[in-house]
């Protein structure tokens, strides 16, 4: 036997999309609009110059961010 994980699903519903959708299908505007962008930056450019060039393509008054 490997080390193969099984997944057992006691129970499956589907939710009224009033009430949100799953991360995965939820379209970048409604992130937007409850304003949390979660960005994974690569090395190189600096945490301020990311929140710049966020702040123009997205034409936002302000902005922020914070480190791990």
Same mark, same amino acid.
């Given at each position: 036997?490997?080390?193969?994980? !099984?997944?057992i699903i006691k129970? !499956?519903?589907?939710?009224? *999309?009033?009430?949100?959708?799953? *991360?995965?299908?939820? *379209? ?16 190189? *450019?600096?945490?301020? !110059?990311? +929140? +710049? ?16």
């Amino acid at each position: 036997m490997g080390n193969e994980a !099984e997944t057992i699903i006691k129970a !499956e519903d589907v939710t009224d *999309p009033k009430y949100g959708t799953k *991360p995965s299908d939820r *379209p970048a505007g409604e992130y937007i609009s409850h304003g949390v962008i979660n960005l994974d930056k690569t090395a190189g *450019p600096t945490s301020h !110059e990311v +929140a +710049a060039w966020v702040k123009k393509i997205m034409h936002l008054e302000s902005i922020g961010h914070g480190e791990p």
